[in-house]
């Protein structure tokens, strides 16, 4: 397997002291069924401030963040077929736990009831190298840049799963409140998937152009008080048939449900501690209301995600708003925060 050097840069977030630095540190060596991947750039994500904020505690008390990157083989561990040094390849931000009931019937990925979540269970892709199983791994063809693939495993791929969460069929109205990484790509990614009309909802004004030039038909502000009679004119007084709500706030929860319309399908896709309240049961019930808890998404949906790139058909470039070295990992986490630029994703570039 050799060629790997001993150390590496990777940035390293104390759990206890709240400090994030970039350190040298070991190499990860590729273990059984293993593939260690040089990371070519990795997203910064809201659920990393999650993190860094001290909301969630991660499983190590020194990890490495980052969950959304792409990269090259740099070596394979035993029992590893399918792939080589210099592949070119994205990663998917989880890996199966191994021992639950799913893992022991062979599901995998896709079926693990205890999904480990990089970054947050094992250690990200903030760093120079990532060790991962070497199923987590999809080739990306050589013309699709590693930037762009690597925001696909999640920016893009969590809001893809959705589609298939609520089964979205073409010509189902749709609203998409929140337009960050999430919301922004779900506007894409809906207008291909045929939704009409396609209703994105922000309070920033530069979220809702960005929204329009993607593909929304209608952009409304959820802070409006005309909003609910807009979205009702819009869908000609039936509802929508399909809502996401990418923000996790109780407010646009509710405003997403009194939106949808009969048989209507709402999809949480944003994550909050807010308690959820939906208003009288029997509005509910009589609507034939769906509401369904969205996370992550399937290995195919990176395969599909690859290819529609790959062809042209979803055009993710305009989601890079900056790439920095991996070295300014700190100031790129303050760009998030502040939402400096409106940033789709800030990548870090090791
Ligand atoms: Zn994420
Ligand atoms: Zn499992």
Redesign the pocket.
């Known amino acids: 397997m050799g060629g790997l050097p001993a150390t590496m840069r990777a940035a390293r977030f104390d759990a206890e002291t709240k400090a994030l630095t970039v350190e040298t540190v070991p190499v990860p060596a590729p273990g059984r069924g293993e593939v260690v991947v040089r990371v070519a750039a990795c997203g910064i994500?809201h659920?990393d401030l999650t993190q860094l904020d001290g909301h969630f505690t991660p499983r190590l008390p020194v990890i490495t963040p980052g969950?959304?990157t792409a990269g090259t083989v740099a070596a394979v561990g035993d029992e590893v077929d399918f792939w080589a040094p210099g592949d070119r390849v994205v990663v998917a931000?989880g890996r199966p736990c191994g021992s639950c009931r799913e893992c022991r019937h062979g599901g995998g990925i896709d079926a693990c009831e205890r999904l480990e979540i990089m970054a947050f269970d094992y250690d990200g892709a903030w760093a120079e190298y990532v060790v991962t199983p070497a199923t987590t791994l999809v080739g990306v063809p050589e013309h699709v840049p590693l930037e762009q693939a690597a925001v696909l495993a999640?920016a893009v791929s969590t809001p893809y799963g959705a589609l298939d969460t609520v089964g979205l069929r073409v010509a189902e109205s749709v609203g998409i409140w929140g337009l960050g990484g999430l919301g922004t790509h779900l506007v894409q990614l809906t207008r291909i998937s045929g939704a009409s009309p396609i209703v994105a909802l922000d309070p920033l004004p530069a979220a809702r152009e960005r929204a329009l030039g993607l593909g929304a038909d209608f952009v409304l502000d959820p802070l409006d008080d005309a909003t609910p009679e807009r979205l009702a004119e819009i869908t000609d007084g039936h509802g929508l048939d399909v809502a996401f709500d990418c923000v996790g706030r109780a407010s646009s929860i509710a405003q997403a449900d009194r939106a949808l319309g009969h048989r209507g399908r709402l999809a949480l896709v944003g994550m909050s501690p807010d308690k959820l309240t939906l208003g009288a049961e029997m509005n509910f019930v009589r609507g034939r209301h769906t509401v369904v808890g969205h996370l992550g998404y399937r290995m195919s949906h990176l395969v599909d995600l690859v290819e529609l790139v790959a062809r042209g058909r979803l055009d993710v470039s305009g989601s890079i708003s900056a790439v920095l070295p991996l070295e300014e990992a700190a100031d790129g986490v303050r760009r998030l925060r502040e939402h400096e630029g409106n940033p789709i994703r800030v990548l870090l570039k090791p």
């Open positions: 994500c659920s969950h959304e931000a999640d």
